[in-house]
């Protein structure tokens, strides 16, 4: 998948370290007042993706595809009309349209898939996102699109010495107005009344005789025009361009967590508070820019739980958790079968060619990925956004270890697992003191974190040109000896994970899934618990990272990349989080069809995207989870069994 | 016992938490205008018998008749529209919203066949309300609430209101302004479906009883014949 921040964050970076360190006291009162320009969208997005969480409970994460639409469908308008009516005309006409699009995707997706955990709508709606990437990039094109300036407010005016935009004082005070706007339709209309009572309750509400389908669907609406107006809006300030979406969302992510979930006003501080680190951030810390966010919303996160305005979640529902299931080992049949399909697998290098071995390579590396996160999901009830951070770090461990010590690929396999180990162990530390969406926010947070300083600190890490000659050791170069490797590993990093499973520590931990308070009582400590299966997650991750990277020669941003923590979330879902063996068959799956996908079309997204979509709506209890409960209606008496 | 206007007619009513069977060929009726008792212990199936048949379990089966209309397929939500009004047992008040918004929530408009309700009505019959009417919800007492929960329903002008363990954990002279309150709503001309685990407050406002235990119906006749079978009394309610 491209990378995702390469554009816009970069760019700006290179222009602050050309600028001298030392800066009149004007210039920063100038980024001060950028920064609250830049608010106005940040807070537009946010607080439609925070009102859209509040009553549906999905975290819609094609908001940032929304906003992106808004802008290249504002883009398209506003060179249809002129003058100024012809403008704000396009760009309010822009987020309509877009939230009618939005409206259409909510009637025909989101409604068969309320009642799913909360996960698969995160997965349908980053579907979603794929799907409209790539229709994007099929009607508007590769290249950046400059948007037109604001009729009449094309100036700048004069600010201490410093030219200032006037589009951009617009922007300032649109930012209150909205946040008034919104004030006034929740607290002063029926409607807004009935959207607060079914944040709170939905059930109750019904039984009160409203039906929340519309409601749903206005909330989505309303939600959907606000992130495409912000794109919209932004069209005299940035170019529209086909990554603006996934780096919105991010910031969106971040300024609603800070702010706290379904609260606006929270959200209207958070926006400022990010959007002038953002400003600030490049002057001060022109390395870390990026990290500095993040690092101010783990600390809020770990002040302020729920945000600096949220408040505490009512008991939400875990992602895994209420599997009616029951997990066992493996039976003798069972064994014999896994004994076998080694056996198979390991004789394939006798029957397939090196093309396919290094496929098939790829897709064992990613099985033990994706196993170490079903771990933490299944398991542990734990949700993380970010397990490519770990994956990335040992990928990095294992390069650094081989660039920069000199040692041979065996101690890079073992380097690459225990730097995955010690991150886990520093960012598990915070994220356990979470739960439910916002531990899935930190991790992805901390995630962040790792790609930015991976990103950023190109001395060591080479930045965006990765590192490169990351190649095994001579006994194991040949394809097949590096399969037989990599399936040795792989076999044992998952037998390893199923023996925790089902040993008293495996126990205590989906005890404290399936019911903290119980398991709490009785004496299990959970952040230890946690926080050991956290770093346990991360660990067998990383060893998947170190492999991937000797398996490419090559290690990149991208191995600690959203796309990447997607699309471990994809495969643990596909596969089913509510069985045992659900992360291995997903990943399997997922990673054989995108290879082959990514092979045979240039839009791949899209075809990724209308996967996953049809996927989630087919099998929303993962494709084992299909299989066990055909099983278990055809065999009633034995009720489900997951091994 | 079949009363061919009966208001609400539940039959064969089974209910389901995952693969563990909570009722079991649940049957009662609740006649027009009339008060009716559910009656069980803790646990017995009485809070699942209200959701069940307000559709809020996905997992049931079993036939509710409303006015004579089959509404066992319906959503919760239509089930509610014809006039089907629940007040559950937590109460669920929205706390974030003032007692004037939580009324709000509440209201449909009037239907023939059922009493109409207005804020000032409402007033009359919970006069704590009318001064709280600025007041979140989640600032209020346990009693405030409980007469809050109720007049919220009563705002959707309900025919049969299903009432879920009224007089839990209510000071004594909550309990008799409850009474009360049940008294005004039958004199409406309301029926009414009301589980108590309080017998001698089952007593103060009943006209039948039906006895659940373990999620079967056990007992079903006036409140004169229940008094008069103290076995029944014994097996499933004593404690």
Redesign the interface.
């Known amino acids: 998948m491209a990378p995702l921040f390469s554009r816009s964050w970069p760019l700006a970076l290179r222009v602050s370290v050309q600028h001298a360190r030392v800066f009149p006291l004007n210039f920063y009162f100038d980024q001060f007042v950028t920064g609250l320009a830049s608010a106005c969208s940040l807070f537009l997005v946010a607080s439609g993706l925070s009102i859209i969480f509040g009553v549906t409970r999905i975290v819609n994460f094609a908001h940032g595809a929304f906003y992106m639409l808004g802008a290249y469908i504002g883009f398209t308008l506003t060179e249809q009309f002129s003058g100024a009516f012809g403008f704000w005309g396009a760009i309010l006409l822009a987020a309509i349209v877009v939230a009618a699009i939005g409206t259409l995707i909510e009637i025909i997706l989101l409604r068969r898939i309320y009642d799913a955990p909360e996960l698969f709508q995160l997965l349908a709606t980053f579907g979603v996102t794929l799907i409209v990437e790539d229709l994007a990039l099929l009607i508007w094109g590769p290249n950046e699109l400059l948007g037109p300036r604001a009729p009449g407010l094309k100036g700048a005016i004069d600010l201490f010495g410093l030219p200032f935009p006037t589009y951009d004082l617009l922007l300032i005070a649109l930012g209150p107005l909205v946040l008034g706007l919104l004030w006034l339709l929740f607290r002063r209309t029926t409607w807004g009344v009935l959207v607060r009572a079914a944040t709170q309750d939905r059930e109750m509400v019904a039984a009160l005789g409203v039906n929340q389908k519309w409601l749903f669907t206005s909330v989505f609406a309303l939600g959907v025009f606000l992130a495409a107006l912000g794109g919209a809006l932004e069209l005299p300030r940035q170019s529209a361009n086909h990554t603006m979406d996934l780096q919105v969302i991010t910031e969106v992510l971040v300024v609603v967590v800070i702010g706290g979930l379904g609260n606006v006003l929270g959200t209207f501080l958070a926006a400022i508070i990010v959007s002038e680190l953002n400003a600030f951030g490049i002057l001060v810390f022109p390395k870390i820019s990026i990290v500095l966010v993040f690092l101010v919303m783990a600390l809020v996160l770990i002040v302020r739980p729920w945000g600096l305005l949220g408040r505490a979640e009512a008991a939400a529902r875990a992602a895994g958790g209420a599997a009616i299931l029951r997990w066992r080992p493996l039976a003798a049949r069972g064994r014999l079968a896994v004994v076998l399909a080694l056996a198979v697998l390991a004789l394939a290098p006798l029957a397939v060619g090196d093309y396919y071995l290094t496929v098939a390579t790829e897709v064992l590396i990613f099985v033990l990925f994706a196993a170490s996160l079903h771990f933490l999901i299944g398991a542990g009830g734990l949700v993380s956004f970010g397990h490519a951070a770990y994956f990335g770090l040992g990928s990095y461990g294992a390069a650094l270890a081989l660039k920069q010590f000199g040692l041979g690929m065996e101690a890079a396999l073992i380097a690459g697992p225990l730097l995955g180990l010690a991150g886990a162990i520093l960012f598990g530390w915070f994220c356990v003191r979470l739960s439910g969406v916002y531990f899935a926010m930190l991790t992805l947070a901390f995630a962040q974190i790792a790609w930015s300083v991976a990103y950023q600190w190109s001395d060591v890490t080479g930045g965006d040109n990765g590192l490169l000659g990351i190649w095994p050791s001579a006994w194991a170069a040949a394809p097949a000896h590096f399969y037989w490797l990599t399936l040795a590993l792989v076999a044992a990093g998952i037998a390893a994970l199923r023996m925790i499973l089902f040993s008293p520590f495996g126990y205590s931990l989906r005890a404290l899934r399936d019911s903290e308070l119980r398991a709490e009582a009785i004496g299990l400590e959970r952040r230890r618990i946690q926080w050991i299966s956290f770093a346990i997650a991360g660990g067998f991750a990383a060893l998947a990272g170190a492999l991937y990277a000797f398996l490419k020669g090559s290690v990149f941003p991208d191995n600690l990349g959203i796309p990447l923590s997607i699309d471990g979330l994809v495969m643990v879902l596909l596969g089913g989080v509510d069985t045992v063996s659900g992360g291995i068959v997903g990943a399997a799956l997922y990673r054989s069809l995108s290879i082959w996908i990514i092979s045979h079309t240039d839009y791949s997204k899209l075809a990724l995207g209308l996967l996953i979509v049809v996927l989630v709506v087919l099998f929303p209890k993962g494709v084992v989870g299909a299989f066990e409960s055909w099983r278990a209606r055809r065999a009633p008496r034995t009720g489900g069994e997951s091994s | 016992m079949t009363h061919a206007d009966a208001k609400l007619r539940v039959s064969g009513l089974n209910a389901a938490y995952?693969?563990a069977l909570i009722l079991t060929d649940v049957a009662l009726e609740v006649g027009a205008g009339e008060v009716t008792a559910l009656l069980g212990r803790n646990g017995a199936g009485k809070s699942t018998t209200f959701r069940a048949i307000?559709g809020?379990i996905?997992n049931r089966s079993g036939k509710v008749i409303f006015n004579g209309e089959d509404v066992s397929a319906l959503?919760?939500?239509?089930i509610?529209?014809r006039g089907l009004g629940?007040v559950?047992e937590d109460r669920?008040i929205?706390?974030?919203?003032t007692v004037e918004?939580?009324l709000?929530?509440?209201r449909?408009a009037p239907r023939a066949g059922a009493p109409t309700w207005t804020l000032e009505r409402l007033f009359k019959i919970f006069p704590n309300l009318r001064e709280l009417r600025g007041r979140p919800g989640g600032r209020m007492s346990g009693g405030e609430q409980q007469m809050l929960t109720i007049a919220?329903?009563l705002m959707?002008n309900p025919s049969l209101v299903l009432l879920d363990e009224p007089s839990e954990g209510l000071a004594p002279k909550i309990v008799e302004q409850m009474i009360e309150a049940i008294r005004d709503m039958k004199r409406e001309g309301l029926s009414l479906l009301v589980s108590e685990q309080n017998l001698h407050f089952a007593r103060l406002v009943a006209d039948r009883a039906y006895v659940i235990e373990k999620g079967r119906i056990r007992f079903a006749g006036t409140m004169a014949e229940f008094d008069a079978r103290p076995d029944v009394r014994d097996a499933y309610l004593a404690l």
């Open positions: 995952g693969q307000l809020l996905a959503a919760t939500y239509d509610a529209r629940y559950p669920r929205f706390s974030d919203l918004e939580n709000l929530v509440g449909q919220r329903t959707g």
